[in-house]
Structures are given as C-alpha cells and as structure tokens.
C-alpha cells in the first residue's frame, strides 16, 4: 500500500519537474554538413581555432564570414530567422545579449557550458569563450625615457601635467563607429568614477578616434601615435609579440575583461554542428587552441606570463569581467546611446570638423 | 453486490483507508502547497519588477518639451537578480507614443491611468513574461500628460523559484505522510492485538470450565471479556440447572416405576386370587400417577421450549378460560363441585402463547380439584387493570399454610406425599407467567382455600 502512494507521488513530482524543464529538442539533421559562421573576429585571429575544428570535424563544410560587430549586429537583424547563420560570435557582448534578449538564440547543450563562470555564461544561450582584457598600448621609443601610466588614473594626471607631449598622439575607438568601442566607453563610466575625468583629458590631447583595432596598432607601432587607450588586449598582445616597438600594459587599478560572445541562432539550419562547434570553444582542447595558438586569449589565461613586461607594483591587477546580461543592454537603449554619445562627443571631440 | 459478505481483514481495511484518507489529505494539500508556492514566487519576482519600473519611471524627465527616458543601470542590475530572465521595456509619452525600448510591446487592451501600476500576463517574442504597467503624471509648463513605463520579465526564476519551493514541500509532506503511515501501522497492530489475545485464550479454553477468561486492563477491551464471562457463567448455571432437573425427573420417574413393580410383584406372588383386584387397583394408581408425572414433564419441557422459542399470538384470554371451564364442568359433572366464573371488564387481547397459558390455568384447575374437598367451591375471576391482566382461581379448600408456599413453587416438591401429584404443575404455572413476562403468586382465597393468582403485564410479551 506504502509502495503505492509512493508511487503515485513519484508520478505527480515528474509530472511537475517535467512541466518546468523545457528542454527544446536537437534536431539532428544532416541534409548538408555545413557550418556557417557570422563573426567579428580578425580571420587571421581566430583560422588556428578553426583549423583544430576542422581536423577534428573533417567531413564538416565550414563557412566563416567576418564582419566588423554593429555591421553584424545589423546584418543579423537585417535577416529573417530562418535564414540566420549556425553561430554569430562577436566582442560586442551587449549587442550580443540583446540579440539573445530578443529571442535569435537556442540553449548551447553540454557539461562544458556548466563549468563556465557565471559572468560568461547567459541562459545557456550566449557564453563567453575567451578573456580579453582592456589595455593600454604605448609606442617603446617615446617612452623610453618616460614612466609609462600603469593606472587609469595616473594616465589622467600625465596627461593633464603634460598635455603637450600627448597632445594629437593619443588614440582610441569610435564609440560611434566600433562596437567594443563602445562597449568599453559605456563600461568605464559604470565601472569606475574617473571615466569622466580620462574622457576630458583625453579631449584636450585631440584624441583620434578609430574604428579598428588593426589600424591603431598600426599608428602606435610607427609612431604615428605614442599611446592607445583602451584597446582590446588580445590583438594588441599578439602584436607586441610580433613588434617590438610596442609595449602593451594591463591597467592595474582596474582592467575591464571582454568576453569573445557566441550564440547559436534560434533557427540553425546545422544545430548538431554549431553545438558541436561552440561545445569545442569551450572545451579543454579548444582552450587550448586558443591559448597557445590563436591570437585569442583563452578563458583561465596565464596572467603572470601576460603581465610579465610590465613592472607590476605591489598590487594584484583587479579584473573585472563584464558580465553577460541584460544590464548590457541599458547603454544600447536608443535614448540613452544618443546621450551617451552626446556627451562622449562633447567630451572627446571638442574640436569640430575633424 | 453478493449477499455473503467476504471475509476480510480489518488491519488490511484500516490500512487501506487510513492510506486513502492519507493520499486524498496530500493530494488536497500539495494542491494548496502549489497555489502558495505560485504565489510566493510571483510575489517576490512581482517586487523585483515593481522596484525596477519605479526606478526607470525616475528617468523619465523633460528635456527640451520632450519627454526623454534616461535609462537608469540600477534598474537593470536589479532585474538581474533573476539572473536568467529577458528583460523586456518600453516608455511611452504622454500621447502614447513610443519614447525609447522595445516598440510593440505587450499592453492591456484598455490602458486606464486610474491604478498607478498593475501586473500581468503576457507573451512577447515568443516567450511568456510577467509584465508591469506603470503611469506617472508629469505636469510641467511645456509637457503635461501621463507618462507609462511598460517592464517585462520571461518567468524563469519565478518557475525555478517555484519549484524549488514545491520540491522541499512535498518532501516535507511525504515524509509526514510517511510517518503518519508508520505510526498508524504500529497503532492498529497495537489494537489489533488484544482480539487475537483473547482468540488465543478463548481457543485454549473449555467453556464448560468454571474457570473464567482473565480480566485485561485494557478498559476497551474489559467489557467483551466481562461479556464472555458472564455468558459463560449463566450456561454454567443453567446446566447447572438442567443437571438437578434431570436427577430430579429421573429420580421421579424411577421412585414411580419401582412402586409399580413393587405392586407387580406382590400380585405375581399373592396366592390368593381373592387379592387381585386390590392390587390391581394399588398396580393402576401407581401407573395413573407415572402417567400424570410424564405428561406433566412433557408439558413442562413444552411450555420451557415454547417459551424459550418465543410463540406468540394474539389471543382471547376469557375464550381460553370459558374452553377450559367448559371442559372442567364436563369432566367433574359427577362430583358436587360449585364453579363460579367471574369477568368485570371486557379484557383486551393479549399478545401470548395460547396453548402454554392453556396448561397453565389447567394446571391450576387440576390442583383445585386434585387437592380439594369433595364439596369444594372454585371461582375463577378475571380482572383487568392499568398494570395488566390477572387470572384468579380460588377454591375453598385446605390451602396452603403460608410458610410452605415458597417451597410448593418448587419442581417435584410435594406437600403430601401421600397424593399422587407430580410436583410439576405449579413450576409449570411460574414458567408460563415468567415467559409472558407475568408473575404467579399463592394467595389466601376469600372462600378460606387457596388463591392462585397469574398477573400478565400489559407491555412485556404483549405489544
């Protein structure tokens, strides 16, 4: 009799549990083995993770279309859903979680999206896969005999002490123009409470703006500029490997980390391969891949092996990961992006007509 | 449904329902623990967005005559707190129109400004959201008008919350149930233990003993055993009983049957022929008197058995009584003997056994001419009153003095041995009148004999 309640009591709690976990479905259709992957990541960056996929998936068809993020942000947004690529990847995690916020991802499935901290992973649906911090990048010859500003605001004060050293070699990103550009501005002013104050005394040096990465390196390196704020430390880590005439710093009062984001679209015409392709981001091997071989920088990174150029003071750097959330979504608000931006113009470029 | 009902066991039956009752108390209450768990998570996510629409109604400010939304981060970072939910928002203007957020948003068919803010359901880009609507007045030179901010939230962290909640009840619940099911078990084996106790005794033991069941302490259980016990000591007594009578009759019937044979024996062995006729009639009286002994032991055993059985009908008692005086008259028209029958009110019938109260007032017409004088007068009277019916028969003759009428009411007790009485009659009467419910008591008669008296209550047998 016992056994019996027992029984119709297991019934009623499945019943429940099976009500609440809505597991979707994997289709495992295999009509053609192709991945199509919509990113904006430096193809050159990214080919040694997608290579290590390839040999591991042979049979797999593997398409890789880069964008730069708001170009993909709108590109994506631009498609019906069922014509979505398997996997969007971009650094621009908040136009990510909005993407995902307005239903263009499915859930990633695996034990691997368990293990990632929590500030990498959204729903299920969006999951960081690679630790980028925010760093200064500085020209070696003009500041060999210089002290480079190791903190946001020891930067602040050189730059206001000497204005005439800085003055039209200073550069960033286009808040406008580039999504991580943007992404950092905005975290910097909710993070710390001297982003003001660096945004005016980066206008006084007539700061350039720039849209990619890639060129402002390139200014740094020939001197064309003798430091960079701001810059996504992934690219720039890779570059100082190469050329030796930049030097790249982890700002130690705080440094913002991104968050390569991928999701895997709501319609994915390949699911079993995209899960299997973002499984492979985030497993061991992957990691792996990206740490050693990639231009990338993996999840667990070595920070010792990454701060060893600089003379880290007494203090442990404090990183501070953006988390992946819908709190992303506040500075995209239209509203609030055209008064950010207002501001940020107003701030940076004060001088009309650049 | 069978008319023999299956033999069951009541330990499994209560078992059974005390399990049914049980399930049906969980199932009543897992649907209240449900209704609360629902509500408690709708309650709590219900204050997150509440505080977080309050906080982006304080963005809200006019700038340049325009209404504008300055999305706050803090309200964001609260909806955070359900860590895996969407957000979805939306500010409209004091015309209606869209200020900033998500365009197509989910409102109630009638927006009324009468409730400040108000909760619902809802469904947007395919997932289900809990939805807050909040209004605000802004009256500025420039603006006036009310302002809404629209906030939703897909119900993840409610649903989690929920469940988490139902979970630890229903475990709670069950293991409850669970104990109640144990102590219940070990309570109705407990109960249950006394009967197959007394089973066990009442298997190991003679009902004929005198030896009674062991009292219990259990006070539950006492009365069955006092009930056991007392059933068993009135069978004692009345085997006890059964036992005398049988000695008795048997003692009876032998003493009669050895002075018949004594007088067979003297008249097989007289040699005088001229003897014979006296011992004949010595050899007759004695047969007369076995003869009136068995059929007085006949009739007592069928007035017992008809008792014991319950006969009843409706019946005439004067009819019975006028029969019998009939007979009576007929039987005796040779002896100088004064009948007188007395009846004052017309009696009610009476519910009894006829032929038993037939032999009784035989019986007592019998002795009243058995025992009586040759010149004897015997009247009998009937008298109805609120207490019931009484039979009266008086007769004048020698009575019985009042110290030996206990003793006469007595079986084979005889008052003069020398008479050829069976010594049954008057036990014959009192059993009549105690199966009737009535009494029979002896009496002086008002003619200087003896009054037998038969009083028949109302109630009792009659009904």
Request: charged share 20%; glycine share 6%.
């Amino acid at each position: 009799m016992l056994r019996k309640m027992t029984l119709i009591l297991m019934g009623l709690m499945l019943l429940v549990s099976r009500s609440s976990a809505e597991r979707p479905s994997i289709n495992l259709e295999l009509d053609s083995n192709q991945l199509i992957i919509f990113s904006a990541t430096d193809i050159k960056a990214i080919a040694p993770v997608l290579n290590a996929f390839r040999a591991q998936n042979p049979t797999v068809n593997l398409e890789y279309h880069e964008f730069n993020t708001q170009e993909l942000d709108r590109a994506i947004r631009a498609k019906p859903l069922e014509d979505q690529p398997d996997v969007v990847i971009s650094s621009a995690m908040d136009l990510q979680v909005r993407l995902v916020n307005d239903g263009y991802a499915q859930p990633v499935l695996g034990e691997a999206v368990a293990a990632l901290p929590s500030w990498a992973n959204w729903r299920n649906e969006v999951i960081g896969f690679t630790y980028e911090p925010i760093v200064f990048v500085y020209n070696k010859q003009a500041f060999k005999n210089k002290a480079v500003p190791l903190t946001h605001e020891s930067l602040a004060s050189t730059m206001r002490i000497e204005d005439g050293f800085f003055a039209n070699r200073v550069g960033s990103y286009d808040a406008r123009r580039s999504g991580i550009g943007y992404l950092v501005a905005t975290q910097d002013e909710v993070t710390s409470s001297i982003s003001g104050r660096l945004q005016e005394s980066l206008g006084r040096a007539r700061t350039k703006v720039y849209g990619q990465t890639a060129s402002l390196l390139d200014d740094i390196a020939s001197g064309k500029l003798i430091f960079g704020y701001n810059l996504l430390g992934s690219y720039s880590f890779a570059r100082e490997r190469r050329d030796n005439s930049i030097g790249v710093v982890i700002p130690q009062d705080y440094a913002l980390v991104v968050s390569r984001a991928a999701f895997i679209s709501k319609q994915a015409k390949h699911v079993s391969n995209a899960q299997r392709f973002v499984n492979f981001l985030i497993s061991d091997e992957g990691q792996d891949v990206i740490a050693k071989k990639s231009e990338l920088v993996a999840l667990f990174p070595d920070i010792d092996s990454l701060v060893s150029q600089q003379d880290v003071q007494d203090q442990t750097i404090n990183f501070h990961p953006i988390p992946l959330g819908p709190a992303l979504m506040v500075y995209l608000d239209d509203s609030k992006r055209r008064r950010f931006i207002k501001a940020w113009e107003s701030a940076l470029l004060p001088i009309k007509g650049e | 449904m069978s008319m023999t009902e299956k033999s069951y066991s009541i330990r499994s039956r209560m078992l059974g329902r005390s399990a049914f009752l049980l399930l049906s108390i969980f199932l009543i209450l897992s649907l209240g623990v449900w209704h609360y768990a629902r509500q408690s998570a709708n309650y709590s996510y219900d204050r997150l967005l509440n505080s977080a629409s309050l906080s982006i109604m304080e963005g809200l400010h006019v700038y340049d005559k325009q209404v504008d939304l300055d999305l706050p981060y803090a309200a964001f970072e609260m909806m955070q707190l359900a860590n895996e939910d969407k957000v979805f928002y939306q500010a409209l203007g004091t015309q209606g129109e869209l200020i900033t957020g998500y365009p197509d948003m989910p409102l109630p068919a009638k927006m009324s400004v009468e409730s400040p803010i108000s909760f619902y359901n809802g469904h947007y880009l395919s997932e289900d959201v809990r939805v807050v609507i909040r209004h605000k007045r802004i009256s500025e030179p420039s603006v006036s008008g009310w302002v809404t901010v629209v906030l939703a939230q897909t119900l993840r962290a409610r649903h989690e919350m929920m469940i988490d909640i139902l979970y630890r009840s229903f475990a709670v619940l069950f293991g409850i149930m669970a104990c109640v099911m144990i102590v219940l078990w070990v309570a109705i084996n407990r109960a249950l233990e006394p009967l197959s106790s007394i089973s066990k005794s009442l298997a190991s033991h003679s009902l004929v003993s005198a030896e009674p069941i062991q009292t219990t302490p259990i006070q539950e259980v006492s009365p069955l055993v006092s009930a056991i016990n007392d059933y068993q000591a009135q069978l004692l007594s009345n085997l006890a009983l059964m036992k005398r009578f049988i000695a008795d009759a048997s003692h009876q019937i032998r003493t009669a049957q050895s002075a018949t044979q004594a007088q067979l024996d003297i008249a097989s062995q007289s040699q005088n022929l001229a003897d014979l006729p006296e011992h004949l009639s010595k050899i007759r009286t004695e047969h007369d008197r076995l003869t009136r002994l068995t059929n007085q032991l006949l009739t007592h055993a069928m007035v017992v058995h008809r008792g014991d059985a319950g006969v009843i009908e409706k019946l005439d008692v004067e009819s019975v009584v006028k029969q019998l005086l009939t007979e009576c008259v007929r039987d005796n028209a040779h002896r100088t003997i004064d009948f007188s029958y007395q009846c004052e009110l017309p009696l009610p019938l009476f519910m009894g056994d006829s032929i038993s109260l037939r032999e009784a007032i035989r019986n007592l017409l019998d002795n009243a001419l058995y025992y009586g004088p040759e010149h004897n007068q015997i009247e009998i009277l009937l008298q109805t009153d609120s207490s019931g019916i009484d039979i009266i028969i008086d007769d004048a003759g020698s009575g019985i003095p009042l110290e030996l009428r206990e003793k006469a009411l007595e079986r084979f007790q005889r008052l003069a041995n020398d008479l050829s009485g069976s010594g049954l009659g008057l036990s014959i009467v009192t059993s009549v009148a105690e199966a009737h419910g009535g009494q029979f008591f002896l009496e002086d008669s008002p003619l200087g004999g003896l009054r037998a008296r038969i009083h028949l209550p109302k109630e009792g047998v009659s009904c």
